[in-house]
């Protein structure tokens, strides 16, 4: 009952619109018919007036065939919706050209009339909130959700330009360009923090989805983590550190921030949990604390979290960089399907238009498939490819770079290591860096739509939960 007293109460007011304006547009161009090229961002639903939505939509299909906007074939579709017929909308036309606009005004009062359709499609998606929130039926989060994504939905609407000439395409390049030119160890991207990585993908550029899939023990979270830490800590002194965000969805934020700070510090895991530490280990482990409290790094452990609810989140981080999802596999859309390669197919459609919305890159840890070897059993020999992406061939076709790991000391397929799935106590080793036991790492770019594929070498830190560069592993 309140719900049907608040529509009606909300129907009573007068909806926003400008009679003058859309009279105006309306008029100048069919005074002028070459004046709808200047207003290419109205469409026939802005106008308030059904008889307004008639003729422009009329006006919009004879231009789009290359057919003049003639008074005659607009009559004749005016009559055809029954608004007006015969002597009525003849006269109704004549008015319209009689108030038609000065031809410089056009783009003003297409602006106001947007202006305005954009107020009605604001108090409509109040409406339709209102309406969910009255009947109780689903829980508070969908109902935000939904209504955080009206209001989306609506300022994209109002704010894209549709197509973008090659010229301000060509010049903005450009302006990418100089400043590269100019500064050849720059990149159009957000570096991943090894240096060979990113000569291969330039970068982790805004808009990508990100593969980065591994065997269980192959260390994929660390990896992850890893490029959080490396791209958090990219900032200049005196500028605001970048927002990385961390979508964990297996792993308690106090577990991640433990190996973080043992990749920093470059201190064994081990003895973290322990308490088993010398001086200087503390020493080191309190020096690192202080470098990765000051970087924005933030972790959500939401469990069952959709695309929709991180869209919502993400929106509210300023000086976002860079998102990180571990892993696809324990993801849900709203609705659980029985199909999972198409429920995967939608998540990861949706993900890389997340990235895309917001202007950043996104990276996604993803299950491989099991292997079987030749005899029937179980091996993690064979350096994965494309199609062992488990669940859908949608993660290949969605992703603009994917990135395996593998280290090829890492025994059986499964046979994980004592330490947990990312092989803190990994012991084969192809060398000794300090203290601190390594081996050498492959990372293979499997996809790279932005350039070649290959094998990068890393130094995998396995008592200390990190990669770094071959060439860096000296440090």
């Known amino acids: ?62 231009a789009s065939t290359s057919r003049p906007i003639d008074p005659v074939l607009i009559l004749e579709a005016l009559e055809k919706s029954k608004h007006y017929e015969g002597p009525d909308a003849v006269k109704y036309l004549k008015m319209l050209i009689d108030s038609s606009a000065y031809a410089g005004n056009v783009t003003e009062y297409s602006d106001i009339i947007r202006d305005k359709a954009v107020l009605r499609r604001l108090i409509d998606a109040s409406r339709a909130t209102s309406d969910e929130a009255y009947s109780g039926a689903d829980d508070v989060d969908a109902i935000l959700d939904r209504a955080e994504q009206r209001l989306h939905d609506i300022s994209n609407e109002k704010y894209n330009t549709n197509f973008v000439h090659i010229k301000q395409a060509i010049r903005e390049n450009y302006d990418i360009w100089g400043v590269l030119r100019n500064n050849p160890d720059a990149f159009s991207g957000t570096k991943t923090g090894y240096s060979d990585l990113d000569n291969y993908i330039v970068g982790m550029n805004p808009g990508d989805l990100i593969i980065v899939g591994a065997r269980p023990g192959m260390g994929k979270t660390t990896f992850c983590m890893n490029l959080a830490v490396n791209v958090a ?10 927002d990385v965000a961390v979508f964990s969805l297996e792993m308690p934020p106090q577990q991640l921030a433990s190996r973080m700070l043992a990749g920093e510090a470059l201190v064994d895991h081990h003895k973290l949990r322990t308490g088993d530490m ?52 324990l993801m849900h859309t709203e609705k659980h399907s029985d199909n999972r390669v198409l429920e995967i197919g939608e998540i990861t459609r949706g993900l890389k238009l997340m990235a895309k919305d917001l202007g950043v890159p996104l990276v996604l840890c993803s299950q491989l498939r099991r ?33 395996f790991l593998h280290r090829d000391s890492y ?3 499964g046979d994980k290591p004592e330490g947990g799935e990312d092989g803190a106590q990994e012991v084969a080793t192809t060398a000794v860096m300090g203290e601190n036991e390594i081996e050498i790492a492959k990372c293979i770019v499997a996809k790279n739509r932005h350039g070649s594929t290959g094998t990068v070498k890393l130094a995998w830190l396995a008592k200390n ?11």
């Open 278 to 329: 010398t001086d200087d280990e503390w020493k080191k482990l309190a020096q690192a604390a202080s470098v990765l409290a000051k970087t924005n790094i933030l972790i959500d452990e939401t469990s069952n979290i959709t695309v929709m609810n991180m869209r919502s989140k993400l929106r509210k981080l300023k000086n976002l960089k860079l998102v990180i999802i571990d892993y696809l596999q």
């Open 233 to 242: 800590k990219s900032y200049k002194e005196g500028t605001e550190p970048p």
């Open 1 to 62: 009952m309140d719900s049907q007293i608040n529509s009606t109460i909300g129907s009573l007011k007068q909806m926003p619109y400008s009679l003058e304006a859309e009279q105006a547009v309306l008029g100048a161009i069919l005074t002028n018919p070459e004046l709808i090229e200047q207003v290419p961002q109205l469409r026939a639903d802005d106008f308030y007036l059904d008889q307004h939505k008639v003729i422009f939509e009329a006006m919009f299909d004879l």
């Open 411 to 413: 025994g059986q397929y």
């Open 465 to 475: 939960y990190r990669f770094v560069s071959v060439e860096n592993r000296g440090e």
């Open 371 to 403: 292997e079987q070897s030749a005899a029937g059993g179980r091996s993690g020999k064979s350096l994965p490819q494309l199609h062992d992406l488990r669940d859908s061939g949608s993660i290949e076709q969605d992703a603009d770079v994917v990135l």
